[in-house]
C-alpha cells in the first residue's frame, strides 16, 4: 500500500472514529449528493492480493459492498440520474455503480451480485477489445514486466530495477505513469520498445480477461445493465489529435449499437483526470449525441453539475469495510475542500 493509500485509511478511521462520519450523513445538503461509484474488476482473492494498479475488489467485497449500499443507500441508474438532474431534484442518498473497460469478470463475478441485490450499473466497454484476446495497453506493459527474468529494463532513456516483486510493483506503476503523460503515438512505440527489452512473447495478449458480445448481449437484456462507451482502444484522448479523437469515439459507439441493437448514450473517459480530456473532446461528444461523460475526479455530483464531467469515488482491494463506508460518504471531498478554502484565506 502506497503512502497516499495509507494516509486516506489512516485519516478514514480517524472520520469513522470520531463520529463525524455519521454527523456528515446526516446533513441534508450532502445526503441531497449522488455518489457515483468507479470499479473495473471484480476478481477471486487470489487475482485481488497480485493487483498491481489497483483496480481489482474481490467478490465478497463487492457483495458486501453491493448489500451494505442497497441498505444504506438508494442505488440507481445512470440514465435514472440524468433525469433527476435535469428534474432539479435529486433525491436523498442516491447512488450509481459504474464499471469501466469491459472485463469478463463483469459479467462472472459482478453481474450476479448486482442483480441478487436489484442494483443497477453502467459498464463502460472498450469496444476494439471486446470479444477479442487482446489487453489493454496498461495491463499488456505490467503483464511483460512481471514476466521477464530480467533484473533490470530501460524505457524513455531511465532504468528500472525489477529485481523483486515490490520493485516491479512499483516500476509497473511510474511507467504507466509516464506513458500516460506521451503523445498517443509515442506511447505506441515506447511499449513496442518495452516489449523488445522485456523480451516477452507476442502471445502474451492471449488471456481471455476481456468480455464476449454474447456475454455483453445477455446482460443488456437485464434492465438493470446499461452498456455506455469508453472509446475503441482506451487512449488518453487529450493526447491525441482530434480527428482521432472522433474516430475513438464515433467507432466505439456505432459498434455497441450494432451489437446489442441499444446505441449507448453514456460515456466514460479513459483514465478520466482533469488533464485527460478538453472541451473539444465534450464538444464532440455532444455532436455524436452523448448524454454524459463520467470522469475519475473524486467528488459527489449534484444538480447544477456538469453532466460531461461527472465525478466519482474510485473503489478498489485497498480499501477495506470502514474506508469504503468513509469514502462514498463524500466526507473526503468535504474536509479537502474546507482545508484548500482555509489555506486560500491564510496565503491572502
Not at 86 to 99: E, F, R
Not at 123 to 138: A, E, Y
Request: with cysteine.
Amino acid at each position: 500500500m502506497n503512502t497516499a493509500l495509507k494516509f486516506e485509511k489512516y485519516f478514514a478511521y480517524i472520520l469513522y472514529y470520531t463520529g463525524l462520519f455519521f454527523v456528515y450523513g446526516k446533513m441534508k445538503n450532502i445526503s441531497n449528493k449522488t455518489r457515483i461509484l468507479m470499479y473495473h474488476r471484480v476478481v477471486e482473492d487470489t487475482q485481488a492480493k497480485n493487483d498491481v494498479l489497483p483496480k481489482m475488489v474481490t467478490k465478497d467485497e463487492f457483495e458486501n459492498q453491493m448489500r451494505y449500499i442497497s441498505l444504506k443507500y438508494r442505488p440507481i441508474s445512470l440514465n435514472q440520474f440524468l433525469d433527476d438532474a435535469k428534474k432539479g431534484k435529486i433525491k436523498k442518498k442516491s447512488i450509481v455503480i459504474t464499471m469501466d473497460d469491459g472485463y469478463k469478470d463483469n459479467y462472472t463475478n459482478a453481474y450476479p451480485i448486482l442483480t441478487k441485490y436489484n442494483v443497477p450499473a453502467s459498464i463502460f466497454l472498450t469496444s476494439g477489445l471486446i470479444d477479442t484476446d487482446k489487453m489493454l495497453w496498461f495491463d499488456e506493459v505490467s503483464a511483460m514486466i512481471c514476466s521477464t527474468k530480467k533484473m533490470e529494463i530501460k524505457i524513455q532513456n531511465r532504468i528500472f530495477n525489477i529485481s523483486s516483486n515490490e520493485k516491479k510493483t512499483s516500476s509497473i506503476q511510474n511507467i504507466i505513469s509516464m506513458l500516460k503523460k506521451t503523445d498517443n503515438e509515442e506511447r505506441l512505440r515506447w511499449i513496442k520498445e518495452l516489449q523488445k527489452e522485456c523480451r516477452t512473447s507476442k502471445n502474451l495478449n492471449n488471456k481471455n480477461t476481456m468480455l464476449s458480445w454474447k456475454e455483453v448481449k445477455e446482460m443488456s437484456k437485464n434492465k438493470l445493465i446499461t452498456f455506455g462507451a469508453h472509446t475503441q482502444t482506451h487512449p488518453i484522448l487529450s493526447k491525441m489529435n482530434l480527428k482521432d479523437v472522433e474516430n475513438e469515439i464515433a467507432k466505439s459507439k456505432q459498434i455497441i449499437g450494432i451489437k446489442t441493437g441499444i446505441e449507448p448514450g453514456l460515456f466514460s473517459y479513459p483514465n478520466g483526470g482533469k488533464e485527460d480530456f478538453n472541451k473539444d473532446i465534450k464538444r464532440i461528444l455532444k455532436k455524436y449525441d452523448f448524454k454524459c461523460a463520467t470522469s475519475t475526479i473524486s467528488g459527489l455530483n449534484d444538480k447544477n453539475c456538469d453532466l460531461f464531467e461527472l465525478k466519482r469515488i474510485g473503489c478498489s482491494h485497498e480499501n477495506d469495510n470502514i474506508v469504503f463506508k468513509v469514502k462514498i460518504s463524500g466526507i473526503f471531498n468535504t474536509v479537502i475542500s474546507i482545508y484548500k478554502l482555509f489555506i486560500k484565506v491564510i496565503n491572502k
